[in-house]
């Protein structure tokens, strides 16, 4: 498996030349697992290629907790943030923005609410927010 890490935005980044188009696992952390954001703009080629099926972003656990960020085949964005408590998912279509020069992602979590944003570069810039269902678990 090849890896090529370079920086981009003062973060490092790390891609896997297979289904992996770029990590920010690195950015989540014992700081800010409770509550926190991650904003960041992207116009890597494998996330933004439909022909790819799907691109892992960020997987990380901290303790009990998890996120993820997965680009599906499907073309979406599914953000998951859970605990031993809950599961909380936001899906958003990557398609509902002008992706085509990239796009910027934010993802905000606190213990009582998950959000994902994402919007385009555009001068009028499109974009949905997606506030992420809750599953509580027993």
Known sequence: MKYFIYVVD??????????????????IDEVNV????LDW?????????????EVVILDKAVGKTHFSLIRNDKFQLIF????????????GEIEKVDYYDGI???????????????A???????????RAEEKKLI
């Open 34 to 37: 409770k509550a926190g954001t």
């Open 104 to 118: 910027r992602i934010q993802l905000t979590w606190c213990p009582e609410e998950s959000f994902m944003k994402v």
């Open 120 to 130: 385009d570069t555009t001068l009028e810039q499109n974009y949905f927010l997606v």
């Open 41 to 53: 703009y992207t116009k890597n080629k494998k996330l933004l290629d439909k022909s790819v099926p």
């Open 10 to 27: 003062m973060y490092i980044i790390t891609e896997r030349v297979d289904r992996v188009a770029f990590r920010k696992d690195d950015m």
């Open 80 to 91: 998951t943030h859970s605990t031993s408590d809950f599961k909380r998912v936001a899906v």
